[in-house]
């Protein structure tokens, strides 16, 4: 069950993802993300509540990360949970996704 | 499970196989040279021959054997495809259709029919083998190119010659022959959309990849993801190429891909290849060859040298390996040629096929309990927001809209449940075109569009005869032979053409067809004729067309095998009716008919407008419901007033207090302060009623057998309350306020005819 907070401040929109992100919930996170780049200039996502993550849920990280890039507006991804930085290990995508990459989840992963 | 019941799967099963089977076969006879086509056939006769021994029915087994045979030997063009093959091959899938059904049915009778019709079927099949046919000259159609997933080593077959004989222009060191140094293999998979869905995540393929050796280097690919609009967030966009080492022989790690095979794209390339393999790979991967040679040489799959050097040779085009064929022909997928098939007719079977790989087969009367048990509780969700809005809970109120949309939610997934796409359907006249239109002499081409348009499965079911009627009748009656044909100065092949969309909350099913259209003076005269109409009454043009389908019109003077009884219109007419849908007719002389039928998307529960009229409640389709108004206070109500003047434009009005006769107690003056303007096709009317309460979720239930020939009604509902409400016909109330109209206004009654 994927869960998400989105708290709109002004001209700043922070997300925090809970939960599993999966098949069922990637529509849902494709529109939540979506939404708060085409709404505000500077977009923070938390990933540390995410307790499992599949492909579709790495694509729809990608696709928000280029539409922000081509909106030109700053998405960032923090606070991965291990779960998530394993997955994005194996994709070998850290580099794209880690904005800042926190060091203490680097430890627990 | 006894062998009885795996026989009954086997026989459901084979029932969708057997109308691959048929399609591709059909497709065929149009283009011959469709190596998809063949394979679909190939790959339906050898499931067949595989499913029919797991169930013990040997002889289906040892017949599907042989056709197989003949298709792998027309798949590696020791055969060639031409009518005679198919005519075969349409017959043994014919026979093949009533000896499942009789095994299943009657598995105990021997019939002696079917075991002669066997033999013959066999004969024919052998004299096919035997006859003396040409091998395919190498010109037509275009070199078959089978893709191997594995790029061979050099070995002196045609391939490598051909290489040899180009001259390399690249730099001294290297050709095409060189192998390159990466000790190790170089693995690009290319996901299909449908791969998550079908529960193949790219994950567990590194997964599993990881188990079996060692992933050196990982990119992954998303240059297959659309724009952020068009994305499917089900959808797999997922490319990746991976630098594996692992020390198996080519065959095993071929095989480790034969899970994901359907769902994916796979390339591999073992450790020193020549350098010409690397280079084919990268042409036919679709991201281009200086994206994927660049990640490759980050990988170290290639060394600077071998890519500047492989970038200026110049390959033979395409023929890539040719490998005579499959060697685990079944469960690998087609070969994919980069080329896109001729005709996009056999992607459509490859996407039957990957549909029922995704279905799950639920027992009817299951998903029937479950839409009326969500019919009652959209009921009763009614009677509690009622009682809400009796009582003042404001915060019981959020509970209770929150509720309503989920149960809104499942009333519609649950209805979706029973949605099938109309393609199926249209698909089965394919075969009734190809053979009728055979035995008249006529060139018929179906042109079937918007198969994916989605039905209720009860609805599907009860259309098949109506369209059978239509198409039958336009392939008769409509289209002319081909001479008449070039006559008028039309091409000499008809087209009839199936299409089906949504429009408007209805579902659009159209039958055309350009033969020479209706002859509208021989129905009028037939119908006079007959008695259905008065020889002095005046019709337009589309009230004589529609003429044709009341029971004994023919309009034609050959009663003919098919159809020009004068039986079988009416019946379309009928069945329509019978599902609340509508039929109207569009015909042009010399230039064909169009028959358009509008159904409701479903039977089971519809969106409504719930109003009153003095203590009687209606609800009409909300999809009609244009705008309310309010009922202009000076203007006196009466049946005189038949008109308002809304923005300019001159609105018939219809008392529904009047239409239906409703009991008004003479004391109490009826308020009817308000006017739904509803529509039907291009017409308007306004209905005079006393308040409006909005939307409404109506559980259709059916009017008893007393009320069947009521007009104007077409259903009732219960509304929260437990009171029933009626469901307006709104096609009737204005076809009858038309004919109102059409006949000075004379007050007729109308509900109780």
């Given at each position: 069950m994927m869960h998400i907070d989105v708290e709109e401040l002004n001209n700043f929109c922070v997300i925090d993802v809970k939960g599993g992100v999966n098949l069922s919930y990637a529509a849902e996170l494709k529109d939540v993300l979506l939404d708060a780049i085409t709404n505000h200039p500077d977009v923070e996502v938390r990933l540390q509540d995410i307790n499992e993550m599949d492909s579709a849920g790495v694509q729809i990280l990608w696709l928000a990360k280029r539409e922000a890039l081509q909106l030109q507006k700053n998405l960032r991804y923090v606070d991965h949970n291990p779960v998530v930085?394993?997955?994005?290990?194996?994709?070998?995508?850290?580099?794209?996704?880690?904005?800042?990459?926190?060091d203490h989840s680097r430890e627990e992963g | 499970m006894s062998m009885q019941q795996l026989r009954k799967i086997f026989a459901m099963e084979s029932e969708d196989t057997l109308q691959q089977m048929e399609d591709a076969l059909l497709h065929l006879e149009k283009s011959a040279d469709d190596r998809e086509a063949v394979n679909v056939v190939f790959r339906v006769a050898h499931t067949l021959k595989g499913s029919a021994a797991i169930v013990g029915l040997d002889a289906i087994s040892a017949f599907t054997h042989l056709m197989e045979n003949i298709l792998d030997r027309v798949r590696s063009g020791d055969l060639l495809v031409n009518a005679d093959l198919i005519q075969v091959m349409l017959a043994c899938h014919d026979h093949l259709v009533m000896w499942i059904e009789h095994d299943?049915?009657?598995?105990?009778?021997?019939?002696?029919?079917?075991?002669?019709?066997?033999?013959?079927?066999?004969?024919?099949?052998?004299?096919?083998?035997?006859?003396?046919q040409p091998k395919?000259?190498?010109?037509?159609?275009?070199?078959?190119?089978?893709?191997?997933?594995?790029?061979?080593?050099?070995?002196?077959?045609?391939?490598?010659?051909?290489?040899?004989?180009?001259?390399?222009?690249?730099?001294?060191?290297?050709?095409?022959?060189?192998?390159?140094?990466?000790?190790?293999?170089?693995?690009?998979?290319?996901?299909?959309?449908?791969?998550?869905?079908?529960?193949?995540?790219?994950?567990?393929?590194?997964?599993?990849?990881?188990?079996?050796?060692?992933?050196?280097?990982?990119?992954?690919?998303?240059?297959?993801?659309?724009?952020?609009?068009?994305?499917?967030?089900?959808?797999?966009?997922?490319?990746?190429?991976?630098?594996?080492?692992?020390?198996?022989?080519?065959?095993?790690?071929?095989?480790?891909?034969?899970?994901?095979?359907?769902?994916?794209?796979?390339?591999?390339?073992?450790?020193?290849?020549?350098?010409?393999?690397?280079?084919?790979?990268?042409?036919?991967?679709?991201?281009?060859?200086?994206?994927?040679?660049?990640?490759?040489?980050?990988?170290?799959?290639?060394?600077?040298?071998?890519?500047?050097?492989?970038?200026?040779?110049?390959?033979?085009?395409?023929?890539?390996?040719?490998?005579?064929?499959?060697?685990?022909?079944?469960?690998?997928?087609?070969?994919?040629?980069?080329?896109?098939?001729?005709?996009?007719?056999?992607?459509?079977?490859?996407?039957?096929?990957?549909?029922?790989?995704?279905?799950?087969?639920?027992?009817?009367?299951?998903?029937?309990?479950?839409?009326?048990?969500v019919g009652e509780l959209v009921i009763a969700n009614a009677s509690i927001s009622l009682l809400m809005q009796k009582g003042k809970f404001d915060r019981l109120g959020e509970s209770i809209s929150t509720?309503?949309?989920?149960?809104?939610?499942?009333?519609?997934?649950?209805?979706?449940?029973?949605?099938?796409?109309?393609?199926?359907?249209?698909?089965?006249?394919?075969?009734?075109?190809?053979?009728?239109?055979?035995?008249?002499?006529?060139?018929?081409?179906?042109?079937?569009?918007?198969?994916?348009?989605?039905?209720?499965?009860?609805?599907?079911?009860?259309?098949?005869?109506?369209?059978?009627?239509?198409?039958?009748?336009?392939?008769?009656?409509?289209?002319?032979?081909?001479?008449?044909?070039?006559?008028?100065?039309?091409?000499?092949?008809?087209?009839?053409?199936?299409?089906?969309?949504?429009?408007?909350?209805?579902?659009?099913?159209?039958?055309?067809?350009?033969?020479?259209?209706?002859?509208?003076?021989?129905?009028?005269?037939?119908?006079?004729?007959?008695?259905?109409?008065?020889?002095?009454?005046?019709?337009?043009?589309?009230?004589?067309?529609?003429?044709?389908?009341?029971?004994?019109?023919?309009?034609?003077?050959?009663?003919?095998?098919?159809?020009?009884?004068?039986?079988?219109?009416?019946?379309?007419?009928?069945?329509?009716?019978?599902?609340?849908g509508t039929i109207d007719v569009y015909s042009q002389e010399n230039e064909g008919t169009q028959v358009r039928i509008c159904l409701p998307l479903t039977l089971a529960i519809i969106d409504g407008f719930l109003f009153n009229v003095g203590k009687s409640s209606f609800v009409v389709p909300l999809d009609r419901v244009v705008e309310c108004v309010e009922f202009p206070p000076d203007i006196v109500q009466n049946q005189e007033n038949n008109y308002l003047n809304l923005r300019g434009r001159m609105l018939p009005l219809i008392y529904l207090h009047q239409l239906f006769q409703l009991c008004i107690d003479d004391t109490e003056q009826l308020e009817c302060n308000n006017i739904v303007v509803v529509r039907y096709g291009d017409r308007e009317a306004g209905l005079v009623v006393s308040s409006l309460f909005g939307e409404f979720q109506a559980?259709?239930?059916?009017?008893?057998?007393?009320?069947?020939?009521?007009?104007?009604?077409?259903?009732?509902?219960?509304?929260?309350?437990?009171?029933?409400?009626?469901?307006?016909?709104?096609?009737?109330?204005?076809?009858?306020?038309?004919?109102?109209?059409?006949t000075n206004r004379s007050a007729r009654r109308y509900v109780a005819q």
């Open positions: 930085i394993e997955l994005l290990q194996i994709y070998n995508l850290i580099e794209e996704f880690a904005d800042p990459l926190p | 299943i049915e009657q598995p105990d009778t021997e019939q002696t029919d079917l075991q002669t019709t066997t033999q013959d079927l066999k004969n024919r099949l052998q004299s096919l083998i035997n006859a003396p395919p000259v190498e010109s037509p159609p275009a070199p078959v190119v089978v893709e191997k997933a594995v790029e061979k080593p050099p070995e002196p077959t045609v391939e490598s010659t051909a290489l040899v004989t180009i001259p390399p222009p690249a730099a001294p060191n290297f050709n095409a022959d060189t192998p390159v140094f990466a000790p190790h293999w170089q693995v690009s998979l290319r996901f299909h959309e449908d791969a998550l869905r079908n529960g193949i995540d790219p994950l567990a393929v590194v997964h599993y990849l990881s188990e079996q050796g060692q992933v050196l280097q990982l990119h992954t690919l998303f240059d297959a993801m659309p724009p952020a609009a068009d994305m499917n967030p089900e959808h797999c966009y997922i490319g990746l190429e991976i630098a594996y080492q692992v020390d198996v022989d080519p065959s095993v790690v071929e095989g480790m891909f034969d899970l994901v095979r359907d769902y994916c794209e796979v390339r591999i390339l073992p450790p020193h290849s020549p350098l010409g393999a690397y280079f084919r790979v990268l042409r036919r991967l679709p991201e281009g060859i200086d994206r994927i040679g660049q990640i490759w040489v980050d990988q170290h799959t290639l060394t600077d040298e071998e890519w500047a050097a492989g970038s200026q040779l110049a390959l033979p085009d395409e023929p890539a390996v040719i490998l005579p064929q499959e060697s685990k022909s079944t469960a690998a997928p087609p070969p994919k040629t980069e080329a896109p098939s001729p005709l996009n007719k056999s992607t459509t079977v490859k996407d039957v096929k990957a549909r029922l790989q995704k279905n799950l087969q639920v027992d009817a009367d299951k998903l029937d309990q479950l839409i009326n048990l509720m309503s949309r989920l149960v809104e939610e499942i009333r519609n997934s649950t209805l979706r449940m029973r949605m099938v796409h109309i393609g199926n359907t249209f698909n089965r006249f394919q075969r009734m075109v190809h053979d009728l239109s055979r035995d008249l002499g006529k060139d018929i081409e179906l042109v079937i569009s918007g198969a994916e348009t989605e039905l209720d499965k009860s609805m599907v079911e009860k259309i098949n005869d109506p369209l059978m009627h239509l198409v039958r009748n336009a392939i008769d009656h409509g289209i002319e032979t081909p001479d008449i044909r070039e006559a008028h100065g039309k091409p000499p092949h008809g087209t009839l053409q199936l299409n089906a969309y949504h429009d408007s909350g209805m579902v659009v099913i159209e039958v055309g067809d350009d033969g020479k259209g209706l002859d509208r003076q021989k129905i009028l005269r037939k119908a006079t004729q007959k008695g259905i109409i008065r020889p002095d009454q005046t019709l337009t043009e589309q009230e004589v067309d529609l003429l044709m389908f009341e029971a004994g019109i023919s309009t034609s003077e050959a009663v003919t095998e098919l159809s020009g009884r004068g039986v079988g219109l009416d019946v379309v007419k009928r069945n329509v009716n019978a599902l609340n559980v259709i239930k059916p009017l008893g057998k007393l009320f069947e020939r009521l007009h104007g009604i077409s259903g009732a509902t219960i509304l929260g309350s437990g009171d029933v409400a009626l469901i307006l016909d709104v096609p009737a109330l204005i076809r009858h306020y038309a004919s109102l109209d059409s």
